[in-house]
């Protein structure tokens, strides 16, 4: 796989384009435009974009504000500030209305590296999903954000959009059919299920390899959509493979992994393991040694897969 724009690079050229074909919409970004990427709306709509500066509870406050009127507001800064510092407002003034406020946080889990844990958003879609009314979407590449942008663009409720730091592999080369709520089968397989998204979701493919090589057949999930998550892909995942890895770059708690695994108990219980951070806050490095050291790696997701078959 080729390496790509990061996913919060394609979430900025993309809301440009929405903003384009949508003079309703409108962008609310606290003095991290640059990071965030609304950047590229800013230049192109100044009139349509507003910065509040770095007061995330206020900026949640302007964008429901602003949904309330009519428009169709999206608002962005690092997940670990608009998920954790205006959870409140989150809660009381957009999910509970059920305003068309679109929350984008960017700089997730911990490959933004030497930034440190006070910036590393590891808890963000446990609390976007805690919301009710709330869409939560986790796209693993280029394409797959693009077509993400596009389709939230479309929904009149409140949603979370998680985007990362860094330059990820393009998993989907040709484009992908992306549609909220309905996970994406890369491969197929039938000794067990490989459920990912986001950055984890290369690794994933790259585990299959591997496990191939060892005469193991795995299929591969893209669940960009947390919620609401895909029963039916699920079950038949747990009923036809019979195991099932989850891996995500989340803590465990709350994550995709306990909204997977509620899922199986429900419809067809089986053995599982979970590739995801493990309680814990991470330290300042450079991305790709956190991400082996906090077991994050195409070799963690063969680790899992392996006890489960023994």
């Known amino acids: 796989m080729k390496l790509g724009k990061s996913t919060r690079e394609a979430f900025g050229l993309a809301l440009a384009q929405l903003g384009a074909a949508d003079p309703a919409l409108v ?3 606290g003095d991290v ?4 990427r609304t950047e590229h709306f800013a230049k192109k709509f100044p009139e349509r974009f507003f910065n509040v500066g770095i007061a995330e509870s ?17 608002c962005a ?12 407002q989150l809660r009381m003034s957009v999910a509970f209305p059920c305003l068309d406020v679109k929350v984008v946080g960017t700089h997730v889990g911990i490959s933004i590296g030497e930034d440190g844990p006070s910036q590393m958003g590891i808890e963000d879609v446990g609390l976007a999903c805690s919301l009710p009314n709330f869409t939560v979407v986790v796209p693993a590449d280029e394409p797959a954000t693009t077509q993400a942008v596009e389709a939230l663009g479309k929904l009149r409720t409140p949603a979370y959009l998680r985007a990362g730091r ?14 909220l709520g309905k996970a994406i089968q890369l491969r197929d397989g039938k ?14 493919l790259e585990a299959v390899q591997t496990l191939a090589g060892q005469g193991i057949a ?32 989340h ?3 709350g994550g995709l992994g306990s909204v997977v695994a509620m899922s199986v108990v429900r419809q067809h219980p089986v053995p599982m393991r979970f590739v995801g951070i493990n309680d814990t806050f991470a330290e300042s490095g450079k991305p790709e040694e956190l991400l082996i050291k906090y077991g994050l790696t195409a070799a963690d997701i063969v680790k899992a897969a392996r006890e489960l078959l023994q």
């Open 27 to 29: 962008v609310v970004d």
């Open 33 to 36: 435009h640059n990071s965030t």
């Open 58 to 74: 206020n900026l949640v406050g302007v964008a429901a504000g602003l949904a309330s009127s009519g428009k169709h507001a999206w």
């Open 77 to 88: 800064s690092f997940a670990a500030f608009v998920m954790c510092n205006a959870y409140d």
């Open 166 to 179: 860094p330059n990820v592999p393009i998993v989907y080369e040709n484009g992908c059919d992306f549609r």
């Open 191 to 204: 000794d067990l299920t490989i459920i990912a998204n986001g950055l984890m979701l290369a690794p994933a």
């Open 218 to 249: 795995a299929r591969v999930l893209d669940m960009h959509t947390v919620k609401p998550i895909d029963h039916a892909a699920i079950g038949a995942a747990a009923r036809e493979t019979g195991r099932i890895v989850v891996a995500e770059e």
């Open 251 to 253: 803590l465990l708690h």
